[in-house]
């Protein structure tokens, strides 16, 4: 429905859901930020913020009580409320009951086992011990890849364990899951997009380059530079995944090329995704306006990528803690293509994530050349 004055309510109030803000403005939508301070990326682009913990119960169900449609910019919010909320009638997307198996890393893999989808093989264990058992047995054998079931995020509840020294100083605590370690020859992501008339669109493959300590996307690559087919293949399994789990919105399916030519889906995000950035200044549509026009059930936009783009996150430098300055931002943008997005946290620490820049070019060699100088120019540091 296209309302100038219905209320969209957001559990969260990071960059992500600044950027969907921004996204709103244009159609005089109204934007209510949940979070627990008005002084985060989203506060103050929102056009209404109510402090408050969008994971404590009561938080929650208060701030649904008003709002037209609810959505989320972090998986990790009370889902409890959000069944009650619709239980109310209240419109919110993504579903809860995909929340919730999203949310567990372990109900993930098990749905996709379920629903025909590839994935790396994988077991669950009850807590760290049994795994260990599992090792000791030979049922597993390393290396493997240990998740925590829920509240990881960023690389933070994986633990890929090569040896038997990893198995004393990486193994994660509580209950688990292990999966075979995929022989990666790309790691991509494809955002699909589905509204409640049941559309679904999907945007361009893109390639995800890993920071190799801070386990954090560092470049971003649009389009992948992999095989045509394969490109086509993931866009259609993304397509796959979304009409599997039912919800409206944006679906994130992170994806393993593996150097057999198959495609295994790692993980899903249920909302805008740090894969999905560069679409503000490089696709038709931006995944922002795409989330919203899905959870809206309005006609999903043109997906198509205008011109080639990188993406590299702009993070903390290493050694740096405090209020944050930026350095080289005049000089980048004196350069043609060359976007800078800057998410307004006071505080900087080492690799945490302070903005992004999108490089756009003719080509993606042109691009590369572009990013270099904003690699070396552009700096998060501390005042
Ligand atoms: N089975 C696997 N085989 C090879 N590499 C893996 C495997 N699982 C995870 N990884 C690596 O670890 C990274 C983080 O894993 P995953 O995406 O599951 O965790 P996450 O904490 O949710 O990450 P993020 O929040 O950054 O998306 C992956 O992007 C990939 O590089
Ligand atoms: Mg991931």
Redesign the pocket.
């Known amino acids: 429905m296209f309302s100038t004055t219905q209320k969209i309510g957001i559990l969260g109030g990071g960059q992500l859901g600044k950027m969907l803000c921004l996204a709103a403005a244009p159609w005089d939508f109204k934007t209510c930020i949940l979070d627990t301070s008005a002084d985060f990326p989203a506060g103050p682009v929102c056009a209404e913020f109510t402090p408050g913990d969008f994971n404590n119960y009561d938080d929650v169900l208060a701030f649904g009580a008003d709002k037209d449609v609810l959505t989320i910019e972090i998986e990790h919010v009370n889902t409890k409320a959000l069944h009650e909320l619709k239980r109310q009638g209240k419109v919110i997307h993504p579903a809860p009951e995909a929340l919730d198996i999203i949310k567990d890393?372990g109900l993930q893999k098990e749905f996709y086992r379920e629903n025909g989808i590839p994935t790396?093989p994988f077991e669950l264990f009850d807590n760290e011990k049994a795994l260990l058992d599992a090792i000791e047995t030979g049922k597993w054998n390393l290396p493997l890849?240990q998740?925590s079931r829920t509240a990881?995020?960023?690389?933070?509840?994986?633990a890929?364990l090569r040896t038997k020294e990893d198995l004393q100083t990486k193994l994660l605590q509580g209950p688990c899951l292990a999966?075979?370690?995929?022989p990666?020859q790309t790691?991509i992501a494809v955002i699909a997009a589905r509204n409640a008339s049941g559309e679904v669109a999907v945007f361009p493959a893109v390639e995800?380059d890993?920071h190799p300590e801070a386990?954090?996307?560092e470049l971003l690559v649009c389009p992948a530079r992999i095989p045509t087919l394969a490109a086509a293949e993931a866009e259609s399994l993304a397509e796959q995944v979304i009409r599997a789990f039912d919800v409206c919105g944006l679906l994130a399916v992170?994806m393993?090329l593996c150097t057999d030519g198959q495609l295994w889906v790692?993980?899903v995000?249920p909302r805008p995704h740090n894969s999905g950035h560069h679409t503000i200044d490089s696709a038709v549509t931006s995944q922002y306006q795409q989330h919203l026009r899905a959870i809206c059930n309005l006609p999903l936009g043109d997906t198509a990528q205008v011109q080639p783009a990188l993406m590299l996150n702009l993070l903390g430098e290493d050694g740096h803690k405090g209020p944050v300055q930026y350095e080289g931002v005049a000089e980048c943008l004196a350069v043609s293509g060359v976007h800078v997005h800057l998410y307004g946290k006071a505080l900087t620490s080492p690799f945490r994530k302070m903005g992004h820049v999108t490089i756009t070019a003719e080509t993606l060699e042109a691009a590369f050349r572009k990013a270099e100088f904003v690699k070396k120019t552009l700096r998060v540091i501390s005042r």
């Open positions: 890393k790396a890849v998740k990881g995020y960023d690389g933070k509840g994986v890929i999966e075979q370690l995929a990666v790691e995800m890993f386990n954090l996307v992170e393993f790692n993980e995000a």
